[in-house]
């Protein structure tokens, strides 16, 4: 199991995880104590996993250019 | 001055030039005439001088046409001239004086013919594949998610309003447009600049870095999409450390940039569908992760729960599992003094066979050290020594002997010579030799009696002749002391006495 925090998780890892963790349950060769925390970690996964979809949010920029070609800024789109 | 007052001959009031009028009104002629031309050509011999300028050859199977493309028009042109190119040059003709020549000035270079192009298209594509532009084991794997999208394609119109449509539909994210030229001459090095752009951008910055690249383009022809054939368009795209994705013109449309991204989509928006996931399948996948996780926590506790129910029904009693370890402590407490007595009996047994061998493993030893002291002094024994020895005492004892048998010898020859003179002397000594002569020894009780009183004192009286001995009674019971004696006296005691006599 990864040690790694949930909460830096982006939704890839987190989901993976998840899917990692409800395998092993669904196995049913975990000793009890472990799939307690077992349980607990995916509840937690699961979360993770809900809040980065829930923070979808679009927005779109365009970049700016000066007079070499270069980035300068950010204008923001809208109207599609 | 003089040339005015010649005759007038035929033709004599034309106009006479000098060399430089002429070229100068030959070359006003030509840029008048020729001010904004096309020419099909194929391109012949090509030089890049130092300068920068473009020196190359335009001609067909008859004729050869000078060309020259100035060092700021060169950087512009949409192709750089390859020889043996069939092209399309256009740009104004121009007069160079100096050396009586004329030569087209190319403003715009475009291939001449599908064909033409075509060809061109597939002798660069092997050239960068030769390269390994286009290697499979250099495409990178798209984000599964990414966080920011960069979109390289113009600014306005149907394909970023598609690819912005469909990522809204899908997973709405962070757009951020890079606008560029999407055809002409400015269009390769601006998408050049932009994929290297965003690749320079660092992540999380003012303008973060986006997650994954679309550089995309709605369709036309061979020649609207050229520059996304370009080398530099290739290469920024083969090298962007960022994934790639290429939407460029139509499914049909195969341009080099296609083949150098880690991607390709038919359209703008099948880039989109390639970018991002579905959030509302998502979002039906982490649910129907949760419910199986909580299905599983309650099949794993209710199976748990099933076992111990199973498990305490079949616990025995308490008792039941004392009674067989009772009865082998019993069994064993038994056994336990007869294998003791076993034991100590093997082990003496052992003990006895062992301190055998232990004996005569000691003696052993020692005769091994009493040999080798023997040995040792046998060897300082110098039997040599010994044996000289002995010879000399061997010889000194056989010369003794010699001297003690010759002395024996000689001492036994007088000694038996001394004898036979005494025996012959005894002879004539001896009182048998008297006897003879009519003597006779007078004995009484053995011993020889020599007067009256000694015969008178004897229990009995025994006379000897010279041949033979005669007892003769007891002297005492006669009563007449001095007869006997007489007797013997007038038988024996003369000759008697006188023998004795002549003894002592």
């Known amino acids: 199991m990864s040690d790694r925090k949930i909460s830096e998780m982006s939704f890839e890892e987190a989901m993976a995880e998840l899917e990692a963790v409800v395998e092993r349950l669904e196995r049913g060769d975990v000793p009890l104590e472990e799939s307690i925390s077992l349980y607990e970690r995916g509840a937690a996964l699961k979360k993770r996993c809900e809040a980065k979809l829930k923070e979808a949010e679009e927005k779109v920029a365009a970049i700016t250019l000066d007079a070499e070609g270069n980035p300068a800024g950010t204008r923001e789109v809208t109207g599609f | ?504």
Not at chain 2, 105 to 114: F, I, M, T, W
Not at chain 2, 254 to 274: C, W, Y
Not at chain 2, 422 to 434: F, K, S, V
Request: charged fraction near 30%; include cysteine.
């Open chain 2, 1 to 504: 001055m003089s040339d005015l007052l010649e005759p007038a001959g035929p033709g004599a009031n034309a106009h006479e030039f000098t060399v430089s009028e002429l070229s100068g009104k030959i070359r006003r002629l030509i840029e008048g005439e020729f001010g904004h031309v096309r020419v099909r050509a194929e391109v012949g011999r090509v030089v890049l001088a130092r300068s920068g300028h473009l020196y190359f050859d335009l001609k067909d199977d008859r004729a050869v046409l000078s060309a020259v493309s100035w060092k700021g028009q060169a950087a512009r042109l949409a192709i750089r001239p390859e020889e043996g190119m069939e092209v399309i040059a256009t740009g104004r003709m121009t007069a160079f004086a100096g050396q009586s020549k004329y030569q087209l000035v190319v403003e715009a270079l475009e291939l001449a013919g599908e064909g033409a192009l075509m060809a061109l298209l597939e002798r660069r594509r092997k050239a960068l594949a030769a390269e390994g532009l286009f290697a499979p084991e250099r495409k990178k794997k798209l984000p599964w998610l990414p966080e920011v999208i960069g979109v390289v394609t113009s600014p306005s119109g149907a394909v970023i309003r598609d690819i912005l449509h469909r990522l809204r539909d899908r997973f709405p994210r962070r757009v951020l447009i890079w606008p560029v030229a999407v055809q002409g001459k400015a269009c390769a090095p601006e998408v050049a600049r932009a994929i290297r752009g965003f690749n320079a951008l660092a992540p999380g910055g003012a303008i973060p870095r986006p997650d994954l690249i679309i550089v995309a383009r709605g369709g036309g022809s061979v020649e609207d999409l050229w520059g996304f054939n370009e080398e530099e368009v290739v290469r920024a795209a083969a090298e962007s450390a960022v994934p790639l994705i290429s939407a460029v013109g139509h499914e049909t449309d195969t341009t080099l940039i296609d083949l150098a991204a880690d991607m390709r989509a038919p359209t703008p928006t099948a880039a989109a569908e390639l970018a991002v996931p579905v959030r509302t399948e998502l979002l039906a996948r982490v649910e129907e992760q949760g419910a199986r996780l909580s299905r599983a926590m309650s099949r794993e506790i209710g199976q748990r729960r099933q076992r111990l129910g199973d498990l305490s029904r079949a616990l025995p009693r308490p008792a039941t599992l004392l009674e067989g370890a009772a009865q082998r402590l019993d069994r064993a407490a038994e056994r336990l003094g007869a294998a003791l007595r076993a034991t100590a009996q093997r082990k003496r047994l052992r003990l006895g066979e062992l301190s055998a061998v232990l004996r005569s493993r000691a003696m052993h030893r020692r005769l091994a050290e009493a040999r080798a002291r023997l040995e040792e002094r046998a060897a300082r024994l110098q039997p040599a020594l010994l044996s000289r020895d002995m010879a000399r005492r061997g010889r000194e004892l056989e010369r003794q002997e010699a001297r003690l048998s010759a002395a024996a010898r000689l001492g036994l020859e007088q000694r038996r010579q001394k004898m036979e003179a005494l025996a012959r002397m005894l002879q004539g000594l001896g009182y048998t030799e008297t006897l003879r002569r009519g003597y006779a020894v007078v004995r009484g009780d053995g011993r020889i009696v020599t007067g009256v009183e000694a015969a008178r004192s004897a229990r009995e009286l025994e006379i000897e002749f010279a041949d033979g001995r005669l007892p003769a009674g007891r002297a005492g019971g006669g009563g007449t002391g001095g007869a006997p004696s007489r007797r013997k006296g007038e038988r024996g005691a003369g000759p008697d006495e006188g023998a004795q006599g002549r003894l002592f």
